[in-house]
């Protein structure tokens, strides 16, 4: 028991900030960039969603249907938004080309706002992400069995 305590309290310091993120992004092997938002919706909201990332203090708008907000015309046309199962948005944004700066890709779902920071020219490959979102996606259910039986 105390055992199996320790091997939960270090995987969750090492992997909970990390990996169960609500936001996720990675370059396709056709350049294209995805961004995976996994925002739980909220039945009192409208849904909508919102793509854009920041280099330093300005917001780009990528996608969005919220209502009165509208993408940079730079990429207008150039992405697509389709619903994931069971829940969330994901953002495809053609042509991508790694930014020169770090960037910061946010997204925005229900009035809640999901972020993740990216190093210059540091984008994972999406197949590479496989691997790494299916084994966290276990460790992150491990940790909510754990967390509600004790
Ligand atoms: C935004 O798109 C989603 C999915 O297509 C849809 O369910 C939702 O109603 C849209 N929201 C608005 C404000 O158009
Ligand atoms: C985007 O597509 C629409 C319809 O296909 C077109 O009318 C519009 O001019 C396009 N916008 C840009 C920036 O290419």
């Not at 609500?22 to 294209?32: K, Q």
């Not at 966290?136 to 509600?148: G, K, P």
Request: with cysteine.
């Amino acid at each position: 028991m105390l055992k199996s305590l320790f091997v939960f309290g270090v995987l969750g310091v090492l992997l909970i900030p990390a990996q169960c993120d609500r936001i996720s992004v990675c370059v396709e092997d056709d350049n294209d960039l995805r961004v995976d938002c996994l925002i739980p919706p909220k039945p009192s909201q409208i849904a909508n969603y919102e793509f854009s990332w920041s280099t330093g203090t300005k917001e780009y708008v990528i996608n969005t249907n919220v209502s009165g907000s509208s993408a940079e015309k730079e990429f207008k046309n150039k992405s697509y938004v389709e619903e994931l199962d069971p829940q969330g948005y994901r953002m495809i944004l053609t042509g991508y080309t790694d930014t020169l700066h770090t960037t910061t890709y946010m997204c925005k779902m229900s009035g809640e706002v999901a972020s993740i920071s990216v190093e210059k020219e540091q984008v994972v490959q999406c197949s590479a992400m496989f691997l790494k979102s299916a084994g966290s996606w276990i460790v992150c259910l491990l940790l909510f069995f754990y967390q509600t039986h004790s």
